[in-house]
């Protein structure tokens, strides 16, 4: 009786033995060695997924960056200190890019509405309506779609128009790519000299719905001893490449919606 218990058991244990041991031999004999080098790149992103980097994801840009297929630097949010800490996983040199700032080109509009709008209180809707209420269907709407996705708390709306606080901004992307007029972009800090306005009409429309619209007159090119400026579609265009920062197409803007901005250390 003894017997027939014995051999089941010796038999179960004998093959559940031949399975662990194959499984074992298995493991060793297919195994696929892991790379973290991925997982510590994306340690040192913030993980906001803005799609500054042209990357989808930060995963997505961690695995572009191991695999040589992005460069290590690209990570605006995440500035010096996301370049210097991917260069340590990578064991090289990488030199941070230039900070960035977002740049909303308009000084807001200085005439009365079209029409009174009591829809729903976002830019995107209200564009829907004639391209806004305001005069100007270049100008910034104000009810600050960029500011609800900024997660910097960078900008805020002041006077009925977006105003970038530079010291927050990381220069992400993200209300760039909301703004539904599209009068946001992203600036590098030496590119002090900026026009605030992104008007493609015509001078005399210009003039009566913004008395801080670029008319297109074209003095600050013919002023400018560089020739880095020119007036396309009737709005002034700087050639960075070219400006020096001299400031005399600021002096000598009739609108003054050309401005010279004065960077401050950023606080640690």
Known sequence: MVIEYIIPVIIFLAV??????ALT?????????????????????????????????????????????????LCKPGGPDAAKGIGMVLGIEVKPQE??????????ITTEDKYRYNGTQTCAAARRYYKGRINCESGCLGYGDCAKVCGYDAIRIE??????DPQKCWAC???????????????????????????????LLTKANCKHGCMGCGLCAKKCMKDAIKVVDNC??????????????????????????????RAE
């Open 99 to 108: 900070r960035e700032t977002a740049f909303v080109h308009c000084a807001g």
């Open 159 to 164: 006077n009925n128009v977006a105003v970038v």
């Open 16 to 21: 559940g033995g031949a399975a662990g041991a």
């Open 236 to 265: 002034a265009v700087i050639d960075y490449d070219i400006c020096t920062f001299c400031g005399v197409c600021a002096m000598v803007c009739p609108a003054k919606c050309i401005t010279v901005e004065e960077r401050k250390r």
């Open 173 to 203: 992307g993200m209300c760039v790519s909301e703004c539904p007029n599209k009068i946001i972009t992203l600036r590098k800090h030496s590119e002090r000299i900026k026009v605030k306005c992104s008007s493609k009409d015509t001078a």
């Open 25 to 73: 031999f298995a493991s060793k004999a297919f195994e696929v060695e892991l790379d973290e080098t991925v997982d510590r790149i994306l340690e040192q992103l913030p993980g906001i997924n803005c799609g500054a980097c042209g990357m989808a994801s930060c995963e997505d840009y961690a695995e572009a960056v191991k695999s040589g297929n992005a460069e290590p630097n």
